[in-house]
């Protein structure tokens, strides 16, 4: 599977993000998408995750509660929105395929290349 994240970019603390991945080569059905942040000098860190098939979805208390998880069948895409940004939202923003709703990096087997998203204060 190959995963194409988009979205990032330098924004204000307070604002809103949408973060998308798509796959260039096939749908993402029978998968679960997860979004993961890394940031400088700490592990990947698992954020939100959807079953694509059965929309269902897990968070992490970091951002439960202000970030959404969602899938756009027409577009093949899953979406991340986050609002509002702290700084602390700082850094490499991967999305990841997996055969079912996991929490664990390592379970993980495709991933993408990132995109950076840097939250100033």
């Known amino acids: 599977v190959q995963l194409v994240e988009s979205g990032g970019g330098s924004v204000q603390a307070g604002d809103s993000l949408r973060l998308s991945c798509s796959a260039s080569?096939?749908?993402?059905?029978?998968?679960?998408i997860g979004w993961f942040r890394q940031t400088l000098g700490k592990e990947r860190e698992f954020l939100a995750t959807?079953?694509?098939?059965?929309?269902?979805?897990r968070y992490a208390d970091s951002v439960k509660g202000r970030s959404t998880i969602s899938r756009d069948r027409a577009k093949n895409t899953v979406n991340l929105d986050l609002n509002p940004l702290k700084p602390d939202d700082t850094g490499v923003y991967y999305c990841a395929a997996a055969e079912s709703v996991v929490v664990g990096r390592w379970e993980y087997d495709y991933w993408g290349q990132g995109t950076q998203v840097t939250v100033s204060s």
């Open positions: 080569d096939r749908t993402f059905s029978g998968l679960a």
């Open positions: 959807i079953a694509w098939s059965r929309n269902v979805t």
